[in-house]
């Protein structure tokens, strides 16, 4: 999710109102049924263990959702096109600031003043001394160490959505900073399109060339006609059957943004106030017109913490079939924990039927569920893991620690791509770090017979099955909670924390510094956060602490890098279990790595086929502790070349499209200094392979695009620094073309 910051009439340091909402990383599963071998990749040592398959936790009208008495879906709410020029086009044009130096404060008298913070859901987590992270060879260079080259070697990317478009937005009618800035994209039918916190959206052409002002998801949704307000983790589809559509996502609270938004409500926490809104083109234009359906959080009054659940961290996929959609919920009153009163319920996944949002079908007809729209659910929570349960663990048994967590939908590209073995299957990777210590584990699911969906009433749903696989063996990761350099440079913000007399002296000496120290790039945990499926592959990749071993250093200098692992699913379709293509490290040499994200291209070599893919993230570092790189790099959008069994980035290479140009010098990188700080960043960048435009992979990710001001230039205001940043808030991002 995201922290929120509001500003005072005097800027006053000490009036930041944050909201910090973590990802909870520290869970994951097994089967209700027995374990059963399968045949191991003898020749990768990995060993393969079904995790059995078992019916979902409910199949039926997506009107009903649970056993009885329950609505998880509405709609749909029809909202207008956004095309420019039209009357429901709210947003600011791209790139300006129509509340430029404007205090906020005005505009919020309405909200208490001071601090204002959501407890974290995640469980406390047993004390333990950090693992040894994994090593790879850098001096001899081996696979998994990588030169950085300043050559973006024919990738090119333009400037995407940034502060200032957030905070200034129509719909953002509090001038609110937001952190971290959760980056969505998806293309398709020539177009290119990136989502962003607050919810923001901007169109492209497949030449990235920019067709749209900022656009609101507001009012994409129709959020502000019915009072309710959005709260990020914002993700983004095209699918390509039924004509083509577009589907959005996000959190939404039944909360005014006049009020302070899901500050008010959802996150209060306010009973019945959390949902997740999925926005559907009625054709095949990102503009819109929208057929608009909210799903209920709390849908089910029999499940634990109700009716205060949290839909965390939505991830979507499409299949042939079924709309994919993946939370972690957490119940956000203590008053009422979840499983086994760990506050977490554990993953929640949900197969819509796809056809019927593609459609526009009414959930009711005459106030009864409509037998021709399906839904099939699985409650993760309720599933075993290798090492216990939602209920107590098999270590410290301790109710929450090992949930299923953060197991992210397979997302195909198009028709070609998809599985439609075994009636329909649908895809998800989950990793296994349940305990912050590492693991060598991942595992994947399957949705099948997903066909049936479309069966009236749902009567041929019994034949909907969930299963999994455990891959163990693999490459060791280990993330939790690593936070990476950067490169130093101009802080104003962090001057304007020393200036309020935050900064702290370390000892010997006497004089507190003028600023507070620059701090570093959140990487978050160790768990998946998008999932590309193609070239009968799943691609994913997971954050990992890497230790760089050289010749001259008797220890191994430890970055932030990614292990990715290509799961082949032809197996899958053929005999019921998947294998492991390959597996790799990437990890800049002396430097870091944020939040990768995999893709690639499609069966022929006009798609972008034979294997070819790229994996994403952004880099940023401060040399190590040779000072290499001239420093480092400010945090940048970097890319490197990969195979389906090419062990690492081709010829140990990454790519450098588009460089930082400042540090990150958000709020958070303060807030709390010096008993604390977590610093955020985007909690996901995305890559999509774009169907016959020459074999184009598209990635996004965060970083910063325009170099920080000091002096008089400096204000704590919105569109500070000549209109390129806010007062609180620097971020950007990009949006980056490829063929790999």
């Avoid at 500003?7 to 944050?18: D, E, G, K, P």
């Avoid at 005005?106 to 001394?129: D, E, T």
């Avoid at 060339?209 to 609101?216: E, G, H, N, Q, T």
Wanted: proline fraction near 9%; charged fraction near 10%.
């Amino acid at each position: 999710m995201f922290s929120r910051i509001r500003r005072n009439q005097n800027s006053n340091w000490l009036s930041i109102a944050v909201l910090t909402l973590t990802i909870a990383s520290s869970f994951a599963v097994v089967s209700k049924l027995a374990a059963a071998p399968l045949p191991p990749d003898a020749d990768k040592g990995i060993k393969s263990t079904s995790l059995g398959e078992f019916s979902p936790t409910f199949v039926g009208p997506a009107a009903t959702g649970c056993a009885s008495g329950c609505t998880l879906l509405t709609g749909p709410f029809l909202s207008p096109s956004t095309a420019p020029g039209s009357s429901n086009n709210s947003g600011n044009p791209a790139g300006t600031a129509a509340s430029a130096g404007v205090s906020p404060l005005a505009q919020s008298a309405i909200l208490p003043r001071g601090p204002k913070a959501l407890p974290s859901p995640v469980p406390p987590r047993p004390g333990a001394p950090d693992p040894t992270p994994p090593t790879v060879n850098c001096e001899p260079l081996g696979p998994g160490c990588d030169f950085i080259s300043s050559s973006p070697q024919g990738a090119f990317g333009v400037k995407g959505l940034n502060a200032v478009d957030s905070a200034t937005q129509s719909t953002n009618i509090l001038g609110q900073d937001i952190e971290p800035a959760d980056q969505g994209l998806c293309a398709g039918n020539g177009y290119v399109v990136e989502t962003n916190n607050l919810g923001e959206v901007l169109i492209f052409n497949k030449q990235l060339k920019r067709l749209s002002p900022v656009i609101a998801l507001d009012t994409i949704m129709g959020l502000t006609g019915i009072g309710w307000s959005s709260g990020g983790d914002i993700s983004c589809a095209y699918d390509y059957d039924n004509g083509g559509h577009w589907f959005f996502t996000e959190f939404v609270s039944a909360s005014t943004e006049a009020s302070g938004g899901p500050f008010s409500g959802c996150f209060a926490p306010t009973a019945n106030s959390c949902y997740e809104g999925i926005a559907v083109t009625v054709g095949s234009d990102p503009y819109g017109p929208y057929n608009v359906y909210f799903v209920s959080a709390d849908y089910n009054p029999a499940e634990p913490g109700y009716p205060y659940l949290l839909n965390d961290f939505t991830k979507i996929g499409v299949t042939r079939d079924a709309f994919l959609m993946f939370y972690d919920e957490f119940p956000l009153s203590g008053s009422a924990p979840g499983f086994g009163g760990g506050f977490f319920n554990g993953a929640q996944e949900f197969a819509f039927d796809k056809k019927a949002l593609e459609l526009g079908l009414p959930t009711q007809i005459n106030g009864l569920p409509n037998p021709l729209f399906n839904v099939a659910i699985e409650n993760m929570g309720l599933l075993a893991t290798p090492d216990g349960t939602c209920f107590s663990d098999n270590t410290h048994h301790l109710p929450g620690f090992t949930c299923w967590y953060q197991d992210i939908p397979a997302m195909p590209p198009d028709p070609t791509q998809y599985d439609n073995s075994h009636g329909g299957s649908g895809f998800l990777l989950g990793s296994l770090d349940f305990y912050g210590l590492g693991d060598t584990r991942i595992a994947v699911f399957d949705w099948t017979g997903l066909r049936n969906l479309n069966s009236p009433n749902c009567v041929g749903c019994g034949a909907i099955k969930f299963g999994g696989q455990l891959f163990s063996g693999v490459n060791y990761y280990y993330g939790e909670g690593f936070v990476a350099a950067q490169k130093q440079g101009l802080i104003p913000l962090g001057d304007e924390c020393g200036a309020a007399g935050l900064s702290v002296a370390v000892p010997p000496a006497t004089t507190p510094p003028a600023s507070c120290p620059e701090g570093g790039i959140a990487t978050n945990g160790d768990g998946f956060t998008q999932v590309s499926q193609a070239q009968n592959q799943l691609w994913g990749a997971v954050s990992t602490a890497v230790g760089q071993s050289y010749w001259w250093s008797p220890t191994p200098e430890v970055h932030q890098g990614a292990a990715y692992w290509v799961i082949g699913t032809q197996t899958f379709d053929t005999f019921g279990f998947f294998t492991l293509t390959s597996q790799g490290y990437v990890s800049p040499k002396h430097e870091d790595l944020e939040f990768p994200a995999m893709a690639a291209g499609g069966y022929s070599e006009d798609d972008g086929g034979d294997g070819k893919a790229v994996i994403a993230f952004t880099l940023s570092g401060n040399g190590g502790p040779t000072g290499a790189d001239h420093g480092g790099f400010y945090p940048s959008t970097a890319y490197g070349r990969l195979t389906s069994d090419s062990n690492g980035v081709l010829n140990s290479e990454v790519n450098i499209v588009d460089l930082g140009e400042a540090p990150q010098d958000g709020f958070t990188e303060y807030q709390g200094y010096p008993s604390g700080t977590r610093p955020r960043w985007g909690d996901y960048n995305y890559a999509i392979f774009l169907p016959w435009s020459g074999g184009s992979i598209y990635f996004a990710t965060n970083y910063i695009q325009s170099p920080n001001c000091k002096g008089k230039a400096f204000t704590l205001t919105l569109a500070t620094c000549h209109g390129t940043r806010d007062g609180y808030a620097n971020w950007g991002t990009s949006v980056n073309l490829v063929v790999p």
